[in-house]
């Protein structure tokens, strides 16, 4: 799917028959957002605000979570930024949300699901995020990780509008979510795709697990059908869908991504230019094509050859 030609980025996403695809980043700090905006994203696809506060103890107050996310906002007035709400739990424990030790905690009380029991913590969340936005100039989004059913994710939705924020979504990273795309594109203004823990879900592998990596390929086919169902459910409703995992930044993937639907993908600041030059020299037929043939192959390298071969 397109060449590897030596074409460069001009820091617009948009393939060569003029489709869009935005190509953004995603950030934990002001060093990630500075980089990233240097390095020419269009805005911002996920914000990982729990990276701000790994080390606190105590909840920051409004004030000082408006400022922490005013930081990593101010290079992108104008520009869309995604900010999620704490993912914290499994690989990213947050002192001062005192978990409850539990036996499984990549399938505990994690993500969004924090916020059930203690809902004021992401409601003044979600003021500090109203505030940076305002300080800032930055066309801010919020975003809930984790989310499982639909029932969730209006949940959250509710709590962000009468926050006065203007756009909410949520994370598609749960397998029951990505088969339940429908229900949750009703009730939400845009999904986006969490593949590194939508492939951990999936195959019952954990993502930190070297002896299962083998299962956590972005380019395993049983992964490639369920993206495609969430591809297909957005442009049959008109909602958004991005893509945040790593397999937004494989330049190949990008394109297979682009063919299901999609209409974002957000990476680290280093694969942005690699990304954004190899959509650059492909079309949406081609990306379809390559999407086809990716998501009907029995494994990942066959998929990779099959997403090669359309041009
Ligand atoms: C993901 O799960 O793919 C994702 C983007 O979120 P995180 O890596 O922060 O869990
Ligand atoms: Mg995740």
Same mark, same amino acid.
């Given at each position: 799917?397109?060449?590897?030609?030596?074409?460069?980025?001009?820091?617009?996403?948009?393939?060569?028959?003029?489709?869009?695809?935005?190509?953004?980043?995603?950030?934990?700090?002001?060093?990630?957002?500075?980089?990233?905006?240097?390095?020419?994203?269009?805005?911002?696809?996920?914000?990982?605000t729990e990276f701000c506060f790994l080390s606190a103890t105590e909840e920051p107050t409004?004030?000082?979570?408006?400022?922490?996310?005013?930081?990593?906002?101010?290079?992108?007035?104008?520009?869309?930024v995604v900010v999620r709400t704490l993912d914290a739990g499994a690989d990213k424990p947050?002192?001062?949300?005192?978990?409850?030790?539990?036996?499984?905690?990549?399938?505990?009380?994690? +993500?969004?699901?924090? /916020?059930?029991?203690?809902? $004021? =913590?992401?409601?003044?969340? &979600?003021? !500090?995020?109203?505030? #940076? %936005?305002?300080?800032?100039?930055?066309?801010?989004?919020?975003?809930?990780?984790?989310?499982?059913?639909?029932?969730?994710?209006?949940?959250?939705?509710?709590?962000?509008?009468?926050? +006065?924020?203007?756009? /909410?979504?949520?994370?598609? $990273? =749960?397998?029951?979510?990505? &088969?339940? !795309?429908?229900?949750? #594109? %009703?009730?939400?203004?845009?999904?986006?795709?969490?593949?590194?823990?939508?492939?951990?879900?999936?195959?019952?592998?954990?993502?930190?697990?070297?002896?299962?990596?083998?299962?956590?390929?972005?380019?395993?086919?049983?992964?490639?059908?369920? =993206?495609?169902?969430?591809?297909?459910?957005?442009?049959?409703?008109?909602?958004?869908?991005?893509?945040?995992?790593?397999?937004?930044?494989?330049?190949?993937?990008?394109?297979?991504?682009?063919?299901?639907?999609?209409?974002?993908?957000?990476?680290?600041?280093?694969?942005?230019?690699?990304?954004?030059?190899?959509?650059?020299?492909?079309?949406?037929?081609?990306?379809?094509?390559?999407?086809?043939?990716?998501?009907?192959?029995?494994?990942?390298?066959?998929?990779?050859?099959?997403?090669?071969?359309?041009?």
């Amino acid at each position: 799917a397109g060449n590897t030609g030596k074409s460069t980025w001009n820091g617009v996403g948009i393939l060569r028959d003029g489709h869009r695809v935005k190509v953004l980043g995603n950030v934990g700090s002001p060093a990630d957002a500075a980089a990233a905006a240097a390095a020419g994203a269009e805005g911002v696809g996920l914000f990982r605000t729990e990276f701000c506060f790994l080390s606190a103890t105590e909840e920051p107050t409004v004030e000082e979570q408006r400022k922490a996310y005013a930081a990593v906002l101010a290079p992108f007035a104008g520009k869309p930024v995604v900010v999620r709400t704490l993912d914290a739990g499994a690989d990213k424990p947050l002192a001062f949300l005192d978990p409850e030790p539990e036996p499984n905690p990549a399938l505990g009380v994690r +993500g969004v699901r924090v /916020a059930f029991d203690q809902p $004021e =913590i992401i409601d003044r969340q &979600l003021e !500090a995020i109203a505030l #940076a %936005a305002k300080d800032t100039g930055a066309d801010v989004s919020v975003m809930a990780p984790m989310v499982a059913t639909a029932a969730e994710a209006a949940w959250f939705v509710k709590r962000a509008r009468a926050a +006065g924020i203007a756009r /909410a979504g949520v994370m598609i $990273e =749960i397998p029951a979510a990505a &088969l339940t !795309a429908r229900e949750i #594109a %009703a009730v939400v203004d845009f999904v986006s795709l969490g593949t590194n823990d939508l492939a951990q879900y999936l195959f019952a592998a954990d993502r930190q697990l070297g002896a299962v990596a083998a299962l956590n390929d972005p380019w395993q086919p049983a992964l490639l059908r369920l =993206i495609k169902l969430v591809g297909e459910v957005g442009v049959a409703t008109g909602t958004p869908v991005g893509v945040c995992g790593e397999a937004a930044a494989d330049p190949l993937l990008a394109c297979v991504l682009t063919g299901m639907g999609v209409t974002s993908l957000s990476m680290n600041h280093t694969a942005l230019a690699t990304v954004g030059a190899r959509l650059a020299s492909t079309s949406l037929d081609v990306c379809q094509l390559a999407a086809r043939g990716a998501v009907g192959a029995h494994d990942p390298a066959s998929a990779k050859i099959a997403a090669r071969a359309p041009h």
